[in-house]
Structures are given as C-alpha cells and as structure tokens.
C-alpha cells in the first residue's frame, strides 16, 4: 500500500516545489557568448513575455513527468521520469531567473496550467508505458519546434535569455531521443493535433497572463 502511494506524494511534493518554492538549479545557469546589450522598453517587454511562455512549458513540464512517473509500474522508467523531471527543474530556474533580470513575472495561472499538465500525464500513463514515452517524445518535439520560434523572436541584445533558450533546446531534443530509445510509440495524428491545440492556447494566454 504504502509503495503505491510513495509515487504520489513524489508528485504532490513536486506540486508545491514548483508553484510555491523558488527553484534550485543543479546547472549552472548557461553563459552567453556575448554581454547582453542595452534593450528598450519595448524589447524588454517582449523578452519578459516570451521567457514567461517558457517559465509555464517548465511548470507543465515538472506536472507532466511527475504524473508520468506516478502512473508507471516500471521502477526503471519510473527514474529515467524523475531523473527528467530534474534537468527541466534547471530549466524552470533559468525561466525564472531571467523573469527577475527582466523585471518581469510567471504566469498568474500556472496552477492551472499545472493541473491540467498532470491530468495529461496521468492519461498517458494510463495508456500504457510505449505511448507514455510516446507523449513524451512528442511534447519534446514540439517544445523544441517552439523554442526554435523563441530564438527567432527575442531581441538580439537579450544574449543571457538566448543562451538559455539554446540550452533548452538542445535538452528537449535529448529528452526526446532517450524516449524513442525507451521505446515510445508514435502517436496517431489526431493526438498530435489537439496537442498542438493544447500548446497554442496554454502559449497565447501565457504571453499575455
């Protein structure tokens, strides 16, 4: 009884961390390859709204592979979840601490979008290990496409959000390999869909939210 329940307080522990504690990097935060020059208002304003688009895919992030790991019955994937969950824990604090650089703020609903990550990763899991990795390496695949975006958008003198932005990118392309190396199973293109759907409501409100 008791191990059935251990995985779940893992998960609520993870809910608190992330909405109510300020998180600790085990990275150093990623260097940028040139000082960051002088940004107007304007671009301020743009880069503190992208780099909270990117703060709330973190806090999903933590609620996503949490519940994954709840759901599964295999210790070893259980780890390989948690040990995921802690790289996108660097990547919660990065957002974060270029949120404060900026002068800007996370999303005033990432209870809300926390929530509805776990429920998500509570039906992946649910569906069964293969499409659970499956998910994964679907979600890795489009937080990569949209960081991409990220990268064309921020301000070129915004180096210090850039650099972390790059990092993020090439861990959620990593995170990606290792589940298709699990074992994950393609999704059908319905799935697919409604979670591009899913991101593009969750990234427009957060830009402004």
């Known amino acids: 009884m008791l191990r059935s329940i251990d995985p779940f307080l893992v998960a609520a522990d993870s809910a608190l961390r992330t909405l109510f504690a300020k998180p600790h990097a085990t990275r150093a935060t990623p260097a940028p390859e040139s000082a960051p020059s002088e940004l107007t208002p304007a671009q301020r304003k743009e880069a503190g709204a ?77 569906a069964g290990d293969p499409l659970s990795l499956g998910f994964v390496a679907e979600t890795e695949r489009q937080v990569e496409a949209h960081l991409d975006s990220h990268l064309d958008r921020l301000p070129a003198g915004d180096t ?27 999704l059908p293109a319905p799935a697919k869909l409604l979670m591009r759907a899913a991101s593009k409501v969750m990234t427009t409100m957060a830009h402004r939210i």
């Open 50 to 126: 992208l780099m909270r688009v990117n703060h709330v895919g973190e806090v999903c992030a933590q609620a996503l592979y949490t519940a994954q790991a709840a759901s599964t019955r295999d210790p070893v994937l259980r780890a390989h979840f948690m040990e995921a969950a802690q790289e996108e824990t660097d990547h919660l604090a990065w957002t974060r601490e270029r949120l404060d650089a900026l002068g800007d703020r996370p999303s005033w609903l990432n209870p809300l979008w926390y929530a509805g990550a776990f429920g998500l990763g509570l039906l992946a899991g649910r």
């Open 160 to 186: 210090a959000s850039r650099a972390v932005v790059t990092q993020m990118k090439l861990d959620e392309a990593r995170h990606a390999a290792q589940a298709w190396d699990a074992g994950a199973t393609d």
